[in-house]
């Protein structure tokens, strides 16, 4: 069992930057697969950002690729999202979420955060 907990969410003008951070309340290294999803009203859940906890390759969705990076904290069991560029089509509410094993894919991740909102402004 694992719970998370997001921050960092805020409002920002098109082309600036937030950094989301995702607090684990257990050890994650080697365990857990960690990611960040984001649902807009009216549109399904997407995969954003993915990793490993013990490290390795980073995966993201192409919306992101190039202005978001994923990365963590293990002495923190913190997850991060640092968000540059943004445009207004990011405005979501931004989800943590944590599954064991595999990391390879978005589906069935079954621990989450409450979520922290996003908003960019044009």
């Known amino acids: 069992q694992v719970q998370l907990v997001e921050s960092g969410g805020g409002s920002v003008q098109a082309g600036g930057s937030l950094r989301l951070s995702c607090a684990a309340s257990?050890?994650?290294?080697?365990?857990?697969?960690m990611g960040w999803f984001r649902q807009a009203p009216g549109t399904e859940r997407e995969g954003v950002a993915r990793?490993?906890?013990?490290?390795?390759?980073?995966y993201y969705a192409d919306s992101v690729k190039g202005r978001f990076t994923i990365s963590q904290d293990v002495a923190k069991n913190t997850l991060y999202l640092q968000m540059n560029s943004l445009k207004p089509e990011d405005t979501a509410m931004y989800y943590c979420?944590?599954?064991?094993?595999?990391?390879?894919?978005?589906?069935?991740?079954?621990?989450w955060g409450q979520g922290t909102q996003v908003t960019v402004s044009s």
């Open positions: 979420a944590a599954k064991r094993g595999w990391c390879d894919n978005f589906e069935d991740y079954n621990y």
């Open positions: 257990t050890y994650t290294y080697g365990v857990f697969c």
């Open positions: 990793i490993y906890s013990s490290g390795g390759s980073a």
